[in-house]
Structure formats: structure tokens, C-alpha cells
């Protein structure tokens, strides 16, 4: 507990050491000479700062031109300092461990950034609390036109001053909030008739929102006539209402159908909405009662996300007839959802209607295995793309039907569906040349004969488009069969790359085709990410392989040499330590 405490102590004391190296006060920073170096701009508007050389410094002609330059000197060694690059258009500052003071000196310099159209100052959590600093210069950047404020741990005094401040902000259509918890609570009510309806994108992405916000997020919806994109996902109470116990401790009930009527409704008015996801925000049976009802006014929709919701169970075909009335919907999520037999016996009546499809996500439903052979007819096929049912529980018959749809599909996943192993070759032998990107078979129960079939697949170049294979937990799989791929060349456009296997204690298993992988690497040029979890590698190959991969960039996964070599001995202390 000590040694904890002691390096929790020392973190904290090197992160305030480490922001007073990086930062100088704002007087400081204003008397630094006007020296810097001169380098193009990508999207001109603003020209930097002259050089100032040795022997004299070029008096401009007119002083508004000294003024313009001066202040765009000082915003590239603000950007520099954060080691960003400079752009007067877009402004990205995310994961730069900004201070309420960094927030404060970035107001100052708005001014100079009149042309500023994208600013991101995402995933800074210190500048929450500290956001009206900010807020109230930025006026200054009328013409932006994306802002994202994800993770910064606002609050509803921030959510408040950006409210007031977005009334200066006519051209805003992107506003990113996500992340955030302060903004749930009743906060959002600070946004209400301050967001012009200019906006066309609204992320609220794990906000914390409430049944109050519910009723709410109605009233902002309702005047936002060009909202294209709204995102309330991972809100998992926005459906649930929470009520106080004796105690004072909060317990959820089911969910509230008048709290719901201030927001599922009001959709209906923004009628240019292309993409609706609500993923894992606690949807009942009620809530999607009330959503198919908007479903008439939505025409345009073509991206819908009801996915994780365990409350969609039994109440698909409530909103299936509704579903028939999306005639564009192109993208429908529904995984994770324990979907019955009728929900899905709903979805395939309605499918044939769908005759924009190109994705439908049914993965991790465990009825889907015994209904694909229903599914698959049901599918416009020349226009699919996704078809993932991992975890789907697939039998031979739903595994053989899934064959018809081998050839147009572009990422096929039957991950966690042992009944792949000893029958690849049915999907292989469907394929068609440059149509499959991803192919993911991890836990198939693969055979070293699934692979040879999967070399053959190589040699006829049906894979050559393929970008990630995924063949990790397949501890069936022998030396030949990993050789036998690799040797291929079929694979020139691979770029991710997993054959990580369960690690297990009792038998860590040695990588001993090491050197045909390594002779294989040429022949992969695309390759960025490798994964060899499971395996162990002698010290002089670990360092071979490293150092080959560091050369090309590859990002390499492998267990520690610990996790393979002390394996057994850290099991028998275990032992002994239970006695």
C-alpha cells in the first residue's frame, strides 16, 4: 500500500513540475522577441511573422500588417510549444494536456484566428471548470464552424458560458460534447435557444443524460431543422427514471413513456436526419413505440444504431413495421440486443423493404445462428457490404447459407463459431478478387487444413484486397498451416495482421516459424500492426523480430518474456501461497 501511495505522490508532484517547465506566464510569453521562423501556411488568410534578421529588423508599411504579424508569431509558438502545427483554418489541440491557463492565453490570441473555421480541444480534462475564459472571446471566430469539447470534464457553469457564447456563432454545424458527464443533470438546458439552426452534427456520446434531459434535448432538437447527425450513445438512463430511496441512494425503475414524449417525437421535425444512434441508452419496449412513430417524418434516415439494447428483446416488431418506412436506411446496427425468435422472424419480414441495405449488424445474438438461412434470401445482396454474425451461434446449415453472401460482402465475421473449424473451405470457395477487405476468424476451432485452404485462397488472388485477417485463438492450427499461409503471396495489401492464441500457463507455445515469417515480411508492404500474443520467442528471435518490424514502423504485440518463461513458477508460488 506504501509503495502505491508513494508513486501516485510522485506522478501527481511530476505533472505540476512537468506544466511548469512546459509553461511561461502570459507576461512572460508577450516579452519574448518577435523572432520567428518563417514556414508556409497551409491554408493562407494570415501571414506569419516576418524574421527578424541580425542586422535590422523590415519596418512594414503599413501597421496593421506589423499588428497581423505579431499576433500570428504568437499563436505558432503557442501551437509549436504544444507540438502542433499551426493552421489559421483548423485548430486541433486535442490530447495536449491544456490548463485553465492554456485555455486563458488561447482566448487572447482568438483574435488573430478570424478565418478559424475547426477547433478541437477534445480529451483535456483540466480545462474543465475554467471554460468561460474561453467562451467569452469567441466572438472573435464567427465563422467557425466545428467545435469538439470531448472529454474536459465540463460543468454546468461551462455548459452555461458556451451556450452564451454560441449566440456569436451563427455558421456553428458541428458541436461535440461527448464525454462529458457535467453536461447530464439538467446542464443542457443552458444550450436551449442559444444553438442557431445552422447545426447539422450534435454528439452527446456518454453525457450522463437523464430522463430530464429527455425532455430537454426536445426542446433543442426541435429547432435545429438541418440536424443531420445526433449521437446519444452510452446514455444508459436516458430512458430510465430514477428515484429516491429512504436512504438517499438513487434506484432505477422502468422506463418513463410521458419523459420520452419530449424527445422520440420531436424528431419528426428534422427531417433531413441521416444518421440516429442510440446506442446502449436503456431503450424499452415503449421507447421504441414512441421512436417508429417519427420513422414516418425520417425519409431520409440512413444510418439507425439501436445496438446493446437489451430492452429492443421482444419489441423489434413493435418498431419493424415502421422500419418498412426508412426506404434510404442503408446501415442497421442490432447487436447485442438478445433478440428472440420473434423479433427476428419480425426483421425478416421487413427486410425485402430495405432495399438500400448495405450493413446489418446482428452479431452477439445468439438466435441469429438458427434463422441465417432465412436472413440471407431476405438481403438485397448485390449491395451488401456488412454481414458480421460473430457470436451468433451458427449451425452447418446457417454456415453454408452464409456462402450465397461470400461473394459481395466486404468484411465477413464469424468469429466464436466453432462450427468454421473443418469447413473454411465452404466460404473460401465463394470468394471473388478484390471484394473481401476483413476476414475475421478468431475462436473458430481452425485446423491446420483450414489454413492450407486458406493459402490455396491466396494463390488464386481472390484475398488480394484483403487489409485485416484476424485468425488469433486458434490453437489447433500447426506449424505447417501457419508456414504454408505465409509463404503466399496473396496478401501484398495486408495491413493487420492477429495470430495471438489463449495464453495458457500449463503450455506456452514456442513460435517455431519464426523464420518463415520473418522471410514473409517483404512480401507484406502494407503491414502496420502484427499481434503474436500466446507465443513464446527465444531472447535472440524477440530481438530479431523487434528490430526488423521498429525499421518499418509496425506496431508488434507480444507477451512479456515473463508471462512465458516465469509462467510456471508463478503458478507453483500460486499454489503454494493457497497452502
Given at each position: ?14 505533472l ?5 517547465r ?11 522577441p ?26 512594414p ?9 505579431l ?7 503557442f501551437?509549436q ?62 465563422r ?13 457553469d ?10 456569436f456563432?451563427?455558421?456553428?454545424e ?46 433543442l ?8 447527425v ?20 438513487w434506484?432505477?425503475?422502468?422506463g ?22 442510440l ?21 431520409s434516415?440512413?444510418q ?18 415502421q422500419?418498412?418506412?426508412?426506404s434510404?436506411?442503408s ?14 422472424k ?40 456488412l454481414?458480421p ?50 476476414l ?30 484476424d ?19 496473396g ?11 489463449q ?5 506456452p507455445?514456442?513460435?517455431t ?7 514473409a ?18 531472447a ?22 515473463i ?17
Amino acid at each position: 500500500m506504501e509503495s502505491s501511495d508513494v508513486r501516485r505522490g510522485r506522478s501527481a508532484f511530476d505533472l505540476i513540475m512537468n506544466q511548469i517547465r512546459r509553461k511561461r506566464t502570459t507576461s512572460d510569453r508577450k516579452s519574448t522577441p518577435s523572432r520567428f521562423r518563417t514556414h508556409q501556411v497551409d491554408s493562407g488568410g494570415i501571414s506569419e511573422a516576418r524574421e527578424t534578421e541580425e542586422k535590422g529588423t523590415r519596418v512594414p508599411s503599413d501597421p496593421a500588417e506589423h499588428v497581423c504579424d505579431l499576433g500570428w508569431g504568437r499563436v505558432c509558438l503557442f501551437v509549436q510549444r504544444l507540438g502542433k502545427r499551426a493552421d489559421s483554418r483548423t485548430l486541433s489541440l486535442a490530447y495536449c494536456d491544456l490548463t485553465a491557463t492554456d485555455a486563458l492565453e488561447l482566448a487572447t490570441l482568438l483574435p488573430c484566428l478570424s478565418l478559424l473555421e475547426e477547433l478541437d480541444l477534445s480529451w483535456n480534462e483540466l480545462i474543465g471548470g475554467s471554460l468561460r475564459s474561453l467562451t467569452s472571446h469567441l466572438q472573435s471566430v464567427g465563422r467557425l464552424r466545428t467545435l469538439r469539447l470531448s472529454c474536459c470534464r465540463l460543468t454546468a457553469d461551462d455548459i452555461i458560458a458556451l451556450g452564451e457564447a454560441l449566440e456569436f456563432v451563427p455558421m456553428l454545424e458541428v458541436l461535440d460534447l461527448s464525454w462529458n458527464a457535467g453536461v447530464g443533470g439538467g446542464a443542457l438546458q443552458g444550450l436551449v435557444g442559444k444553438v442557431h439552426p445552422s447545426l447539422i452534427e450534435l454528439h452527446l456520446v456518454a453525457c450522463q443524460l437523464t430522463e430530464t434531459d429527455a425532455e430537454i434535448l426536445g426542446g433543442l432538437v426541435s429547432v435545429l431543422p438541418r440536424l443531420c447527425v445526433l449521437d446519444l450513445s452510452c446514455n444508459r438512463l436516458l430512458a430510465q427514471i430514477q428515484t429516491p430511496t429512504e436512504e438517499g441512494s438513487w434506484f432505477k425503475t422502468k422506463g418513463d413513456v410521458s419523459r420520452l414524449k419530449g424527445l422520440f417525437p420531436t424528431l419528426s421535425q428534422t427531417t433531413y436526419l441521416t444518421s440516429l444512434r442510440l446506442h446502449d441508452c436503456g431503450l424499452t419496449t415503449h421507447s421504441l413505440q414512441l421512436l417508429g412513430g417519427a420513422f414516418r417524418s425520417l425519409g431520409s434516415l440512413c444510418q439507425l444504431d439501436l445496438s446493446c439494447n437489451k430492452g429492443v428483446a421482444r419489441g423489434l416488431s413493435i418498431l419493424c413495421p415502421q422500419l418498412a418506412l426508412l426506404s434510404h436506411l442503408s446501415r442497421l446496427d442490432l447487436h447485442l440486443c438478445c433478440l428472440t425468435q420473434a423479433d427476428l422472424k419480425s426483421l425478416i419480414d421487413v427486410l425485402p423493404s430495405l432495399s438500400e441495405l448495405t450493413e446489418l449488424d446482428l452479431s452477439s445474438n445468439k438466435e441469429v445462428g438458427g434463422v441465417v438461412s432465412d436472413i440471407v434470401p431476405a438481403l438485397p445482396l448485390l449491395k451488401m457490404k456488412l454481414l458480421p454474425l460473430n457470436g451468433c451461434r451458427l449451425n452447418y446449415e446457417s454456415f453454408s447459407s452464409l456462402a450465397v453472401a461470400m461473394s459481395y460482402l466486404r468484411c465477413v465475421d464469424v468469429s466464436w463459431s466453432k462450427v468454421v473449424g473443418g469447413h473454411l473451405s465452404l466460404l473460401l470457395n465463394a470468394l471473388q478478387p478484390s471484394v473481401t477487405q476483413e476476414l475475421r476468424l478468431s475462436s473458430c476451432d481452425l485446423t491446420t487444413e483450414d489454413l492450407l485452404h486458406l493459402a490455396a485462397a491466396c494463390r488464386r488472388q481472390v484475398l488480394s484486397a484483403l487489409r485485416v485477417l484476424d485468425l488469433s485463438y486458434n490453437r489447433g492450427v500447426g506449424e505447417m498451416g501457419w508456414s504454408k499461409l505465409l509463404a503466399e503471396e496473396g496478401l501484398g495489401s495486408l495491413e493487420e495482421l492477429d495470430v495471438s492464441l489463449q495464453f495458457l500457463t500449463s503450455n506456452p507455445s514456442p513460435l517455431t516459424w519464426l523464420p518463415t515469417l520473418l522471410t514473409a515480411l517483404p512480401r507484406l508492404p502494407a503491414l502496420s500492426w502484427l499481434s503474436l500474443q500466446g507465443w513464446t520467442l527465444p531472447a535472440q528471435g524477440r530481438e530479431q523480430l523487434s528490430h526488423v518490424l521498429k525499421k518499418r514502423k509496425v506496431l508488434l504485440e507480444l507477451d512479456t518474456p515473463i508471462s512465458a518463461s516465469s509462467a510456471k513458477e508463478e503458478r507453483q508460488e500460486e499454489a503454494e501461497f493457497e497452502e
